[in-house]
């Protein structure tokens, strides 16, 4: 799998922003996805994933309510919804990939991983 993250950028608090993160193998449908995170200086951390199917999914705290993770498989992508953005938000978010998972809120379960898009949320 090869992915390439989209959609970064500058926005005002309260604001929404959609991250996109497409797979250039069209071999996603065998893939559990995630996004995580990595604000400035700070180690990377988890934000969402959900399963093969998108029928499950799981969040941070930190974004449970505001986040929504989902997948269009039949297009090789997945999303990342993010609403009532916070300057906390502010990070360098990357996608990842990988067919098993057993703990998706560790950056080592992820093999496959996008190159990172920069979202500057502004107070």
């Avoid at 988890?46 to 269009?72: L, N, P």
Wanted: net charge positive; glycine share 10%.
């Amino acid at each position: 799998v090869q992915l390439q993250a989209f959609g970064g950028g500058t926005v005002q608090a309260g604001g929404s922003v959609r991250l996109s993160c497409a797979d250039s193998t069209g071999t996603l449908s065998s893939y559990v996805v995630a996004w995580f995170r990595q604000p400035p200086g700070k180690e990377r951390h988890f934000v969402a994933y959900t399963g093969q199917s998108g029928g499950y999914t799981s969040y941070s705290d930190s974004v449970r309510g505001r986040f929504t993770i989902s997948r269009d498989s039949a297009k090789n992508t997945w999303f990342l919804q993010m609403s009532s953005l916070k300057p906390e938000d502010t990070a360098v978010y990357y996608c990842s990939a990988d067919v098993v998972v057993i703990t998706p809120a560790s950056t080592e379960a992820f093999r496959a991983w996008g190159q990172g898009t920069l979202v500057t949320v502004s107070s």
